[in-house]
């Protein structure tokens, strides 16, 4: 059995949302979604919110899910994880042959947690890890271990802020489109050496909203609509143990990676998918997750098209969502400005950020012929 | 679809503060998992952890704290949870990931360490209500059972002594059990008679908060039947989840538990429960819950069949429809998720034939298991069955004891290394439109509702969308008028943290459904200016208000409620369409919050070994015969082999001129994100030995030496720290230049 995306929906990220409470900001998603997809609410099966109890401010989130789905008494449950963990788990429920159709949903109001760093030092172990500085440490750490072990340099990881800011420029949905030149990047405010400010993605308020469906329930709705197929799902997690886990690679992603790619049989990822949304939540990272998709820079025209994190914004779990919403829009040929030519294929990756290193992929197939990609034209 | 079976079970004793972290106390309850599965952690295809909220252990993203612990390293892992109800979600979400085709097994970890939270790991719960319409009241959740509990008894006649049966035959049944925290032989007396926290909830009606882990291990068929003699199969599944507006809901009947359990059935092929099951588990953090649930398991809102059963004492081990054998939260303990799996593991045991003392006398071939949580929301639902009746059979989980399983109770802290901690998680909540001209109907002294125009009801709080009718569009506002009626109530002598409140305080919280507002539409409030002994469900009531001048647009505007006269009560009900508040930059408002907890963390087992070899001037680290490597820092079990070490036995000291800088940075915020008066060096420090495996993160002094000369591969030492009360942590951990 397959699983096709039905339809999307995303308010749009913006640095503050005043006016709107957060469930009204992802009932706007959740409206978005379901004309998209063509579906009630009611018709849904279930639904699976991806969320952390921390930045919602409540304990236990998954008690405010259901009202703004419109998913009062249903299955639902929250998986805390990205939001493609979220997606990975719903194509199970959907494979299972009890679930027709599955909503997935993730949102961030970033702009109401008043200490966000506080938050993420909360993250870091109680026993060895909380060090009474900026949780970003690790990241300085990090990235300073991944430039000691690769060939890549400051300036790539420079280029990785200046690019994915000026393509943001053409997205409408981004917030944080911008021309920097690599001087404003490597020579801006420090946070924790080698990390200047610009490296790290800002936060934004936003929610996004998935409908999927088995197959043949989508082939019925498509209703003359390029149908995106999910062909393949990977997550992984390296130890949680930071002192015993390799800062110069990501593991999560490697087995992700391998994961999605057995499912979708791909071997190659630079020559067999289109378009690529790696997470750059620090621009190192960027880098980091491309070698382990086996991409150089001759493939960094078909990556995050969109302006990836750093021009879309940090929406803690549902930051990966946006993407994908994204990546939905490029396969069905409704990405507007930012459209990149031929694209039949797309990767999606998510990693949940500091002091993690889970990953998670997604592969979506519009299933169109392929052969022209983002770098070609 | 694949069968999946459930092959193995492990899980740690349950207590009510354990000195091992909470990935020590996953870790062990894995490591038997797997020895009862006959696999090893290789074998393993994936990984799920079921976990409630993060308040308890005090871990933001306590999923990725726990992936270690879980055996999750280097595999596909993920977290999921819905409160209360996790444990038994758990093997529903293990189940997908077998049934799905996906994978070929799934270890099933659910782990719950409440001791951190201080002042109470009850204050956690002050955190689960509505922050904006319900914080502000210090709620908490004994409140809420009670009056939950309160509105049971009204609806179904039960009374506290009844009620207080449950609790003494589930504490007698957990005698018999390895893992159990509070067994006892008690009587109805002994409950009745225990302080009063709540009315009407005494302190033997309530489950303990409690430190605990269960995993179990799920596999496809054809696995199960190659790796278990008895495996058990999961027929049947089901999960629902209610809305948040908890005050709307039908208390006294779990509506949510019976479509959960009718989805289970559907899958199973039961058409008749009450017949078709052989051993029910349902949830029990509460005296009253079980029967509550089992109205909703048997789909019965007469409760005429739950009434009949408990009055014939069929409930009993022995009788036709044993219930709780395991002795459940109330005996057992309440790790909150890691009791639902708990419970799941019962079945496993009992329908197995493998449950020793607790062995059901009814063959048992079917079992059902159920959890609950969320604010009284979600009902979680698995229906299990061996192959047949299978004969009782002697194995290692038949003759466990206590002293089996591991779990080091501890009375203080205080009496280990450990690190106290307070979080500063601060919020400002966008109120949005529908709760902007809500909240400023406090301002006015007014309770102010919203109309769905297609299902025609009046809802409180306001709200800007129906979440019954498709998420349909909703601006028809209405101040309504500030009288009602008392749905249900408790007498509470508890605060929000669980702390006795002075002798002769009395807290009133009562749902009071709104004149005016749709059926059972109500909000949750105090009571005032009446006598506790006169508060009855069915009481008219009026608001009473601050003075205007003191109002400030928040639900304490509403001061509380309190008796409306006969004479006052004239019958007229009316309502005022009012234009709702304009949202712009002015007017826009936010509710701010504060999580008000603490922690204090005992630094484990491992970590103790560190902390007082550090306080020797030395580090070490723990040898792993296994994979011949040492692991740094000390560790009580290995993540690549789950199988358990000792820090002690086990300890290797590194040699302090082989330690030398890997990674350095300069760090230039606090924890916070506001700019450090001076820069802080931060070095990850490895450990050139062959053999050994990890690394210690610490601050560097520089003791003189310019920062400039900073470079990997420079040798360092450890600088000893004061172990003086046993309060320690990473922020103690330093190293110089050597």
Known sequence: MGVAVLGVGFSGAFPTSTGLSYRELIKRAAEMAYQDAGIEPEEVDGAVSVEEDFISGYSIADEYVPDQLGMVRKPVYTVTGDFLQGIASAVMQIETGQFKTVVVEAYSKASNVLQKDEVLHFAFDPVFGRLGVSPHYLAGIEMQRFLDESLHSVIDVGEVVTRNRARAIANPLAPYGGRLSLEDVLYGRPVATPVTESMIARHADGAVVVVLAADETARERANGRPLVRLTGTGWGSATSIVERRDLALSEGTLIAKELAFKEAGIEDAASEIDLFY???????????????FGLSDEDLPAINPDGGALGMGDLFEATSG????????????EAGAHQMAGANRALVHGWRGLPTDTCAVVILESGGPRGLNGRDA | MSRVAVIGAGMTRFVRRAEESSGELAARAVEMALEDANLDIDDIECVIQGTAPDAFDGVHMKGEHLIAGSGGSGKPYMRHFVGGGTGVFSPIHGWMHVASGK????????????????????????????HTTEQPLFLTLIHIFAIEMARFMHAYGYTEEELAQISVNNKRNAIDHPAAQVAEDLTVADVMNSTLLSWPVKRYDISPTSDGAVAIVLSNERVARHHCKAPVFIDGVGYRLDTAYWCTRDLAYPQYVAMAARDAYKMAGIVKPEDEIDVWEPYDPFAYKALHHMNGLLMDKTGR?????????????????????????????NPIAATGLMKIAELYFQLSG???????????????????????QVGTVVVMSGDGSLPIRKTPWSERTKDDLVGTAIKNVKEVPHTTYEPNLTYAWDDGYALTTYLDGFKQGKIRGSRCSECGRMMIPARSFCELCNLRHVDRYYDLPDTGTVETYTLSHVDWSSAMLPDGQVNIFAVVAIDGAADQMGLVHRLGGVDPKDVHIGMRVKAVWKPAAERTGTVTDLEYFRPLAKDEDKGEIATVPVKPVEVDTLSAKTASGKIPLSYAYTAGLGGRKFYEDLAKGVLTGTYCEESDTVLVPPAAFCERGMHALDPNADSRTLDEGLGSVMAVTKVYEDRAGHLLDEPVYVVQVEFTEPGIHGSVFGRLDLDGHDPEDIYPGMPVAVVPLSLEGNRTGPECVRFRPL
């Open chain 2, 305 to 333: 069949k739950v009434r009949e059963l408990f009055d014939s004492g069929a409930f009993a081990r022995d009788g036709s429809h044993p219930m709780c054998p395991s002795g459940g939260a109330l005996g057992v303990g």
């Open chain 2, 354 to 376: 493998q449950a020793g003392k607790r062995q059901v006398k009814r063959h048992a071939h079917r079992g059902i298991a159920q959890a609950w949580g969320d604010l009284m």
């Open chain 2, 103 to 130: 994978f070929k097994n799934c270890l099933v970890v659910c782990e719950e360490k409440m001791s951190p939270c201080v002042p109470h790991p009850a204050g956690a719960f002050l955190t689960i209500f509505d």
């Open chain 1, 278 to 292: 790696l997470s750059d939540h620090y621009a190192h990272r960027q880098l980091v997750h491309m070698d382990a």
């Open chain 1, 322 to 333: 946006v993407r994908m919403f994204d990546a939905v829009r490029q396969l069905r040929g």
